[in-house]
């Protein structure tokens, strides 16, 4: 399509796709690349899984009895069970990650953000 085209992207002024290390992105210069968006053009967005939770770290909380389905006093307990057993800095990120994948489910990431406040004041 735009294969004529030499030279720098003319959105992002670069030379090669970062994603597949060819020529020119697809989305600026019509299929030289085969991802669907260029991270250098489209600011890093693009169709490629990145696991935000290791697999390891996947239910980290359950065993505390930690759900979004119990009040904030029952979270609050089973937070503290799990900062005695686990690193503080552990279960902060891990809540870190939680609301960060539930921050389109505004219910989810209220409450995760008042979870996430708690520990900040009473960990630091």
């Avoid at 053009?41 to 909380?61: F, R, V, Y």
């Avoid at 069970?81 to 902060?92: H, P």
Wanted: aromatic letters at 6%.
């Amino acid at each position: 399509m735009n294969d004529k085209i030499t030279g720098p992207c003319p959105s992002c002024n670069k030379q090669k796709c970062s994603m597949c290390n060819k020529q020119k992105c697809s989305m600026c210069h019509g299929g030289a690349c085969n991802k669907q968006k260029c991270s250098m053009c489209h600011g890093g967005a693009c169709n490629t899984k990145t696991q935000l939770i290791p697999e390891k770290d996947s239910g980290l909380l359950n065993k505390y009895n930690y759900v979004l389905k119990n009040n904030f006093e029952e979270r609050i307990k089973s937070l503290k069970k799990a900062n005695k057993e686990l690193s503080k800095l552990k279960v902060l990120r891990y809540i870190n990650a939680l609301r960060t994948l539930h921050k389109s489910n505004e219910k989810y990431y209220k409450k995760l953000d008042r979870d996430m406040k708690w520990l900040q004041e009473n960990y630091n």
